[in-house]
């Protein structure tokens, strides 16, 4: 019933930036909290960002200050700033997020999980 999709992956030099951008599609009836995690090969996923529908924001600590999270409620969409780039933030980032729908009469809640999208630092 829902979908995200990400898009905004891609190589950067060491220093650059980039912006991930994660749409949710579907019979939506709101969205409650939408992170951004990543998973580096070899290592397990973390939570980079995460932002509420209030706009109350948490981050990993490798990332404060570089990092921006941010959403569109409106456009059911997360995006995160990606600012001063390092080799070590090369990874897999997929979105996710708490989502009521529409299911028949009824609304439900389950969370959904974008297909994810490759972020390559290069030093």
């Known amino acids: 019933q829902v979908q995200l999709v990400e898009s905004g992956g891609g190589l950067v030099q060491a220093g650059g930036s980039l912006r991930l951008s994660c749409v949710a599609s579907?019979?939506?009836?709101?969205?409650?909290?939408m992170g951004w995690y990543r998973q580096a090969p070899g290592k397990q996923r973390e939570l980079v960002a995460a932002?509420?529908?209030?706009?109350?924001?948490n981050y990993a600590d490798s990332v404060k200050g570089r990092f921006t999270i941010s959403r569109d409620n409106a456009k059911n969409t997360v995006y995160l700033q990606m600012n001063s780039l390092k080799p070590e933030d090369t990874a897999v980032y997929s979105c996710?997020?708490?989502?009521?729908?529409?299911?028949?009469?009824?609304?439900?809640?389950?969370?959904?999980w974008g297909q994810g999208t490759q972020v390559t630092v290069s030093s």
């Open positions: 579907g019979r939506i009836f709101t969205i409650n909290t």
């Open positions: 996710n997020a708490d989502v009521k729908y529409y299911r028949g009469s009824y609304v439900q809640s389950s969370a959904y």
């Open positions: 932002i509420t529908s209030g706009g109350s924001t």
